[in-house]
């Protein structure tokens, strides 16, 4: 576990971004540095995400008071409060979670090559689908609503008696090797995703 404050570092990002690059069998750092910013992000959202969507006070998202878990691919597999720590004030939790996101970002971008405006897309999406795995989209729209500056609102689609994230953000994947754009991936035509999002619908 190691201090979330290593996330504004942009030499420790390098080395992240870097790792993960590897994984994924691809030199160019835009890719890899979406793709771990992706994962990042939903860790760092998660657990504010599941107490909006289940009532609860939400932990503190000021970064040093924040452990991550660091996998060997680089990625950030969990994000927690430090021991012992109290539940963020909750008047003063979207602005804790803009503050904190306006220092990583930027810098992310920097090792990156990724925009920032594309970063904090990303972080709009990952609010909205880890509100729809708590069962409450609106949850997800509350938060970014009180984070407010450069987040958007995370958008909502049914298709198929289904509720999907309408995505704004593109995780590249499909530019590392050997890999596929995501099913609800809004660079796809928007038929051609509608069906698919309707077929797996289906299959529940």
């Given amino acids: 576990m190691v201090s979330a404050t290593v996330l504004t570092s942009p030499r420790w990002l390098a080395e992240r971004i870097a790792d993960m690059g590897i994984s994924w069998g691809t030199g160019d750092s835009r890719v890899s540095g ?21 009532r609860r006070r939400a932990p503190s998202p000021e970064l040093d008071h924040l452990l991550c878990e660091i996998r060997p691919d680089g990625g950030v597999e969990r994000v927690l409060p430090l021991p012992g720590d109290a539940p963020q004030d ?49 949850a997800g729209s509350r938060l970014a609503g009180e984070v407010a500056g450069r987040l958007p609102v995370p958008r909502f689609t049914d298709v198929g008696g289904r509720t999907f994230v309408r995505r704004i953000s593109c995780c590249l994947v499909f530019e590392a090797p050997g890999c596929q754009m995501c099913t609800s991936c809004p660079k796809r035509p928007p038929a051609q995703r509608h069906a698919m999002l309707t077929e797996l619908a289906a299959r529940g």
């Avoid at 771990?36 to 504010?48: G, K, N, T, V, Y």
């Avoid at 990156?112 to 989209?137: F, M």
């Fill in 34 to 54: 979406t793709l771990w910013w992706c994962m990042a992000a939903s860790s760092l959202i998660d657990p504010i995400v599941t107490a909006y969507a289940t």
């Fill in 90 to 138: 909750p008047a003063e939790v979207g602005r804790a979670l803009r503050k904190s996101l306006a220092r990583i970002i930027p810098a992310v971008a920097e090792v990156s090559g990724a925009s920032v405006a594309s970063l904090w897309a990303v972080v709009a999406d990952a609010i909205g689908n880890r509100a729809l795995d708590a069962g409450d989209a609106e």
